[in-house]
Structure formats: structure tokens, C-alpha cells
């Protein structure tokens, strides 16, 4: 046998590198392996630098930093796919972080990413390529461009992947792309439904949640919604809350349909299938917050519609609305004030919540939660709109009291709600009366200076609502609040300045209001609203109208117009026409002024002071401490009446104890002439006066020399003193031309004696020398002061004339206007009804009263004649 030869090993070829095991502990050298060229190594480098990843966000920030995302981005079209799975496992795990998903934005990342969502691909890819998706997800513009490279289908194909986990990424994924309303088209153009419904079943209650939520988001379209009706995804979000194990899902769900609630095909669907009562009996048997504020949230929302609110009516949704008051959660109150709010468009729906409701509503008014106290406000004044029953109803609960606490509210919305109510029960005269017992106009003062248009809208019309009343507008004047008013005519808000004109008509109704607003400026910025095409409006013009109305003097100093209407009283003064911008005095200021060679200031005052007759004088035969003590209790009632009846300037109503100490503090000029008409009542009366009158006199000069001790002299307000010559004059004209039988003829004998009191007609030829100035200078002179009565002037032209032939006609009931001229010029304009000879009646015709030329003459208007005595 011959022997084996045993054969010696090759040697392996030159040009083979020997395997070589590498150990790295630092990640620079891993991210350096990225770069070669064996799929091997690149695998486990990839893989390697998954598992540093995956240990922090540091170590993410780490690879950043070492440039490892660029070296990645290559690897992701990798052919081998191993190297390209690890790949984007890195990119997945590493788009958690802040600054690596800017990086990728930067890259563009995303356009890779979406060609890796291929059907052909590995689930592993599938499940960290949408992981990273929906990371970036998170901005805006990564959203736009997902979109754009067509992500959509992919992704929602994927929702039909056997991997939950990729399920859930994609799901999530596609949950923020439709945050924008673009994106919710597309979704459902892509037939998104049905795999979200059928999410629903998943064993993952994470998969599930996302589902609800992609859904409550995408329903809020119409064609979603429709598309769930078609689908049977009411009945499967019905089954989710009539299943107690998926509690967990309710609120979700719930949101879904109040969604739906808002379409009002899907709610008769709803309806029809008693759906509808399901879930109402649902809603009232659960305790949960969320989902009582959610069903609350969702019926709000839905209720914008008519016919959902009948659906919801029918349905009997108050008690369930009803029922959430009385919750002990803050937030589901808010929620049910809301829905509350939005049911009281439905007239059935208002008078049951109103009746049953406001109770609650107004406890609420006293809640410490200020957001609770402004949604209950609200609620009641949707009740009380329009609604008399209800607004009765919230007087009867005691509901005034906590509306004016509402007032002081932390919220603006709770304050101009809370003035909506106020104004709404306004309309009935107990509950105003009871509102302004409660200093109404004062609780007004701080919103009317509010930043908050709405607040400054509704404060106004509540002064315009409440200022009909005398004693508001005194309360509102005291409390300061007509200079807040005027402010909001500056308003640049429409509504603001529309409801401060109309509170500004309704306080200038009585002169003294009127006088305050026109001191503050409120004449000044009407007339440059009303000169305005854009800002002025209706009430603009009727404001500035009713505060002329109301202060004459000046009506006709700015305007030099008093119509027939224009009836003038005792404290009238005409002080000529006054320029644009300059300010209105008053006669008091004028009569404080030194006297000065310009016109004189006429005024009217033709009515003395009451006298303080004290009744109950005691037997001169009583004890002297008796009458001593009934004496002090006498003067001490006097005191305290006068003091009360101590009335502003040019009062009709003060007593003779005011007058007294008036002249003694006024000019030597009013002395006189109260001490002239003294002498000359004296002169009348002295003739046939009895002795028993002596000692009544006597007593009344004893009480206002004991009054006028006891009364602080800076307390009580300046009067003008009383015109005893033209009371006179209007006694006169009332006996002697009052008894005439027609309105020609008193208009005849009333120029006549106008013109005899102000010294008798005048040539048109001698009108040059008839001196009046002179006269006037002499009187002005002799009363030290330019305001005049209008009684002491003896030689009078046309203005003159025509304010005393104004003032007296308006006194006897003469129907007749002032027209102020040029150059000293006024006259009268009267209108006739001329009878015909068969006895119709003709339309009256307008004349003018010649005061100067020919006493009694009537000029008819548009004649040479009466143009040719209105000017010189």
C-alpha cells in the first residue's frame, strides 16, 4: 500500500484584506464608519448610533454636532435595504429633537421620507419613517410641504397596516396635518372614513383616542359629516358612550357629535333614529365635568341654527341645561349659561329657561368666579330681551341688587351685560323705580369712563333709559357723570357715539341738566358732529336740538332763531350773537364782569321772591317763656325750610328771606332797584291798608332777620333780582289785551304797547336820531354792571323791542318767533288765519311785526315792505 501524501493549505490570495474587529467607545469614530463604502459596516454604524440615540436628547444633540444627520441623509437611498432600514430608524428616533427636526426641514427631509412609505418596503421602515413625519408634523411649513409631495395617500393607506405601530404614528401623522382646513379637504377627498371607523375597534385604547380626535377635527366640515351619516359613524360613536369599559373615550366621542349636532340633516337623522334621546339620557345621568361641559359646548355651538333649536326644544334639552346650574364645577356652569344664551333665540325654548332658570342665574350673579358671574349675566340678558315675563321674573328672584354688585365686576362682559339687564327691566315702572332707589345714574359713572367700547355703548343707553326720569338726571348730574358722557362723543365707535347723542337728548330735558352739558362743551362737539357727513346721525341732530330748547339764551345767541315753541322764562338773558368757539357765559359770570362800553346784556326776570309768611302767631297774652320757646321752634322751622327751598338761579319758588339776603350781598345796581319797587308797592298799597297788617309785616321782617342769622351765606346760590317793571307790563297786556277776540287783534295791540314802553314810534327819517345808545349807556352806568334788565329801558330799537314783544306774547299766549338780524336788528314773525268771505278757512300766512316805524303794522313775509324793515 502506498502512503497518503498530506496535502499543505493555500495561502490566501495577496490582495485580500484579513477580517479585522473593531471596538469604539466614542461616537465621532461611528459617524466616521458612515462614510464607507461597506454596506456591512454602514449597517452596524447606523445601528450603533440608534442605540447612543436612544439613550437622551443629549446624545441626539451629540451626533448633531457631529455632522452625523448629513452623512444619514445619504444612507436613505441606500440600496442595500438594511443600511437604508437603519437609516431611518436614526432619523425616526432622532426627529424628537428641537434642533435636529430644524436641521431636517433644512435638508428636506421629507420628500425621502414619504418615498419610504411604499407598500414594497419593510414595516420597520414603514414605522420610523412615519414616526418621523410626525414629529415634523408639528410646524406649519412642514405640513405645506407633506402636502404638496402628496403624503396624504400614503399615509392614510397605512392606516390598514398589520403594525399597531405604525398604525398609530401614521394616525398621528395625519391628526396634525389636519389642523389646517386644507388638509381636512384632502382627508376626506381620500375616503378617510372608513379606516378611522374602523380604528375604532382596535384593541389600543392610544389608537383609538387618536382616532376620535382626527375625527372631532375633520368633522367640523360639512362633507365630513355627511360622509360619517353615510358610513354609520353616529351609530359607532353612539356605541362608544352606551359602553362603560371605553369611559375613557366618551369625551372624545362626544365631541364628534356635537360636531355633527351642528348640521341639521344629520341631527333629524339623529332624531329619527332615536339616537337623539340616547344621547340626551346619557348626558343626564353623567357626573363627569368634561362631558357636561363638552355636551354644554356642543349644544351651544349647534343652537345658532332656527331649526336646531326647535329639534333641540322638542327634545326637551332645557332640563338637561337646567340641570348643569347646579353643578359644583365652575366650568360646567360657564358652559351652560352659554348654551343657555344661544337656546334663548327660540322663543319657546326662553319662556321655559326663564321661568325655571333665572332663579338659578341670578345666584350665580354672587359666584367669587368672575368668568361664571359674566356667563350668567349674559344668560339673563338674552332672557330678559324682549321678554317682559322674564324680566319680571328676575325682580321677583331679587336679581336687582346683585346686577348692581355686577356693576363693580373684574370682567368688561360682565358689566355691560349686567347694564343690558338693568336696562331691559327698565321698561317696567317697579322694577325702575326700585333700580333707581339703588343710585342707578351713580353706579353708572365708572363704566361710562371705561376703555371698553361695548361697556361705553350699553352705559349710555342705560343713561338715555333711566335719564328720563328728573330725579335720575339730578343723581347723574351730582354724581359727576354728564363730563364721562360728553367724553363719548369723541367716540370714533358708531354705536358708542349714536347712544351718547341719544343720552345727551334725553338729560338736556330739563334746563339745569341742559345748562351743566352746554358749560362742559357737549354744544361744541354736536355741532362739529352734525358738520360731519359720517359721524352724524339722527340723535346727533336731535340732541344738539334738545339742548338748545332747553337753554334758550343760548339757543339764541348761537342760532338767533327762537320759535313759537321757544317759550321764554324768568332767567332768560340776551347777550348778543356769540362767535364760533367762544364761551357761553352765564349771567352770573356776566354780572360779575366789569362794566364795559360793549352791548348790554338784557335779561328776564319777571316774578319776585316768595315771602316767608309764618303762620300760627301765638296770643300776645301768652307767658313769655312759652312765647319765647314758641318763638325759637318757629324760627328754627322757618330756618329749616328755606334752607330746603334755597333754589339755584332764576328760581321762581326761593322765599323773600333769600331775596333779602341776595340784595344785601349783590352791587348797590340790584339794591336800587329793589328798593325803587319798594317805594313804589309801597305807594299802591298804602292807600286803604288795614292795621292789622302792620304786625304780620312786622313778624315776617323779625323771622328773616332771624332766618337770614341762621343761614350760611356761602351756601346759598346767586339770583337776579326781580324785574318789577316788566311784571307790570305783563299785568297790563293781560287785562288789556287778553280780552280781545281775535289773535290779529292782540297782535296789533301788543306792538302798539310794546312800542309806547320803549319810547313810541319812530320816522324811518329821524332813526338816526333816535339815540337809544345814549340811554342805554346812562343805564348801564347807573346800575354799575352791562346786564340790564329788560324793564328799565325806556327807549328801545329792534332787538330790544322784539324781546319784550317775545317775552310778553309768550306770557299772555301770543304764538310768535324771534329772528335776530344784522347791525341791531330782530323782529317778529307771526302767523294769521285770514276767513275768507264765504267762510273757509285759509291757510295761516306768516307776518312780521313792525315794532319801530308804524307800532302794529304787519308786514307779510316775502313782501318789500318786510324785507325792507329787516334791514337798514
Not at 218 to 233: A, C, H, M
Not at 593 to 610: M, S, V, W, Y
Request: proline letters at 4%; aromatic letters at 6%; hydrophobic letters at 40%.
Amino acid at each position: 500500500m502506498g502512503k497518503k501524501v498530506k496535502k499543505e493549505a493555500e495561502p490566501p490570495p495577496k490582495d485580500v484584506f484579513d477580517p479585522l474587529l473593531i471596538e469604539s467607545k466614542t461616537p465621532a469614530t461611528v459617524v466616521l464608519m458612515l462614510s464607507s463604502p461597506e454596506n456591512e459596516v454602514l449597517a452596524k454604524a447606523c445601528d450603533a448610533l440608534y442605540k447612543f440615540a436612544s439613550k437622551g436628547d443629549e446624545n441626539k444633540v451629540t451626533l448633531l454636532g457631529l455632522g452625523a444627520l448629513e452623512q444619514l441623509y445619504k444612507l436613505l437611498s441606500h440600496e442595500d435595504p438594511l443600511v437604508r432600514r437603519n437609516a431611518v430608524m436614526v432619523f425616526g428616533i432622532m426627529a424628537s429633537n428641537h434642533d435636529v427636526k430644524k436641521l431636517l426641514r433644512e435638508l428636506d427631509v421629507t420628500n425621502s421620507l414619504i418615498s419610504h412609505l411604499a407598500p414594497e418596503e419593510d414595516v420597520v421602515i414603514h414605522e420610523f419613517a412615519t414616526l418621523c413625519l410626525a414629529y415634523m408634523a408639528v410646524e406649519y411649513t412642514t405640513k405645506v410641504k407633506i402636502f404638496e409631495q402628496g403624503g396624504l395617500e400614503p399615509l392614510i393607506r397605512l392606516l390598514g397596516s398589520l403594525d399597531p405601530d405604525v398604525k398609530k404614528n401614521s394616525l398621528e401623522c395625519i391628526y396634525l396635518l389636519v389642523q389646517d382646513f386644507q388638509n381636512r379637504a384632502a382627508v376626506c377627498e381620500l375616503n378617510i372614513i372608513p379606516p378611522l371607523l374602523g380604528l375604532l375597534e382596535s384593541e389600543y385604547p392610544v389608537i383609538q383616542l387618536l382616532a376620535l380626535q382626527t375625527l372631532e377635527v375633520i368633522s367640523k366640515e360639512r362633507e365630513t359629516r355627511i360622509l360619517l351619516g353615510e358610513n354609520k359613524g353616529l351609530d359607532c360613536l353612539l356605541k362608544i358612550l352606551e359602553n362603560n369599559e371605553l369611559s375613557d373615550l366618551h369625551v372624545e366621542a362626544l365631541a364628534v357629535l356635537g360636531n355633527c349636532l351642528e348640521d341639521v340633516h344629520i341631527l333629524q337623522q339623529i332624531q329619527l333614529t332615536g339616537g337623539l334621546k340616547k344621547l340626551l339620557s346619557f348626558l343626564e345621568v353623567s357626573t363627569v365635568p368634561d362631558i357636561q361641559k363638552n355636551a354644554a359646548k356642543a349644544i351651544t355651538k349647534a343652537a345658532y341654527d332656527s331649526e336646531i333649536r326647535k329639534i333641540l326644544h322638542w327634545e326637551e334639552v332645557e332640563k338637561f341645561l337646567l340641570s348643569l346650574l347646579d353643578t359644583n364645577n365652575d366650568e360646567v356652569k360657564v358652559a351652560a349659561s352659554q348654551a343657555i344664551s344661544a337656546m334663548c333665540d327660540n322663543i319657546d325654548s326662553k319662556c321655559v329657561l326663564g321661568f325655571q332658570g333665572i332663579p338659578q342665574l341670578v345666584q350665580l350673579l354672587s359666584s367669587d368666579n368672575e368668568e361664571v358671574k359674566e356667563a350668567a349675566v349674559t344668560a339673563l340678558t338674552n332672557l330678559t330681551t324682549a321678554s317682559p315675563r322674564n324680566a319680571s321674573i328676575v325682580a321677583e328672584a331679587e336679581g336687582i341688587k346683585p346686577l348692581m354688585n355686577t356693576l363693580n365686576a373684574q370682567r368688561d362682559g360682565a358689566i355691560s351685560n349686567a347694564i343690558a339687564v338693568l336696562t331691559n327691566l327698565s321698561l317696567q315702572e317697579p322694577s325702575r323705580v326700585n333700580i333707581q332707589s339703588q343710585c342707578i345714574m351713580n353706579a353708572l359713572v365708572g363704566p361710562l369712563r371705561s376703555t371698553n367700547s361695548q361697556v361705553q355703548s350699553k352705559a349710555a343707553f342705560a343713561v338715555a333709559a333711566f335719564g328720563c326720569d328728573a330725579d335720575a338726571r339730578t343723581e347723574l348730574r351730582n354724581a359727576g357723570g354728564l363730563g364721562p358722557l360728553i367724553e363719548l362723543l369723541h367716540s370714533k365707535n358708531e354705536e358708542v357715539r349714536r347712544n351718547a347723542c341719544w343720552a345727551v337728548m334725553v338729560c338736556g330735558s330739563d334746563e339745569l341738566t341742559a345748562v351743566e352739558l352746554c358749560r362742559l362743551g357737549a354744544l361744541d362737539i354736536l355741532e362739529e358732529i352734525n358738520q360731519s357727513t359720517k359721524r352724524k346721525n339722527k340723535f346727533s341732530e336731535a340732541a344738539l336740538e334738545k339742548l338748545l330748547d332747553n337753554n334758550l339764551s343760548q339757543k339764541y345767541s348761537r342760532m338767533g332763531y327762537l320759535s313759537s315753541s321757544n317759550i321764554i322764562t324768568n332767567g332768560f338773558y340776551d347777550c348778543g350773537q356769540i362767535k364760533h368757539g367762544e364761551k357761553f357765559l352765564s349771567l352770573e359770570e356776566l354780572s360779575k364782569q366789569e362794566l364795559t362800553d360793549r352791548r348790554a346784556i338784557i335779561f328776564i326776570n319777571a316774578k319776585p321772591q316768595e315771602s316767608v309768611v309764618v303762620e300760627n302767631v301765638q296770643d300776645e297774652s301768652s307767658s313769655a317763656s312759652g312765647a319765647s320757646s314758641k318763638e325759637k321752634a318757629r324760627n328754627e322751622m322757618c330756618s329749616k325750610k328755606i334752607k330746603t327751598k334755597m333754589k339755584p338761579a332764576f328760581d321762581l319758588n326761593s322765599s323773600v328771606v333769600s331775596s333779602i339776603e341776595e340784595k344785601q350781598k349783590l352791587p348797590g345796581q340790584w339794591c336800587s332797584l329793589s328798593k325803587s319797587r319798594t317805594r313804589e308797592e309801597g305807594l299802591k298799597k298804602g292807600k286803604g291798608k288795614k292795621e292789622e297788617e302792620k304786625p304780620k309785616e312786622d313778624i315776617e321782617v323779625a323771622v328773616a332777620h332771624t332766618v337770614q342769622q341762621e343761614i350760611n351765606p356761602e351756601n346759598s346760590h346767586w339770583l337776579p333780582p326781580p324785574d318789577f317793571i316788566l311784571m307790570d307790563y305783563i299785568n297790563d297786556a293781560s287785562k288789556t289785551i287778553l280780552p280781545l277776540t281775535s289773535t290779529r287783534e292782540q297782535v296789533v295791540a301788543l306792538a302798539q304797547f310794546v312800542a309806547d314802553k320803549m319810547g313810541g314810534s319812530v320816522g324811518r327819517e329821524q332813526l338816526h336820531n333816535f339815540f337809544w345808545e345814549l340811554d342805554m349807556s346812562k343805564i348801564e352806568f347807573e346800575l354799575k354792571s352791562n346786564v340790564v334788565p329788560i324793564g328799565k329801558i325806556k327807549r328801545g330799537t329792534f332787538y330790544h323791542r322784539a324781546l319784550l314783544f317775545k317775552v310778553i306774547a309768550d306770557r299772555i299766549g301770543i304764538g310768535c318767533s324771534l329772528v335776530r338780524g344784522k347791525y341791531n336788528r330782530a323782529w317778529n314773525e307771526v302767523k294769521l288765519v285770514e276767513h275768507s268771505p264765504k267762510g273757509l278757512l285759509l291757510p295761516p300766512q306768516e307776518y312780521i311785526v313792525d315794532l319801530m316805524f308804524e307800532p302794529g303794522c304787519l308786514l307779510k313775509q316775502g313782501s318789500a315792505k318786510a324785507d325792507q324793515y329787516k334791514r337798514i
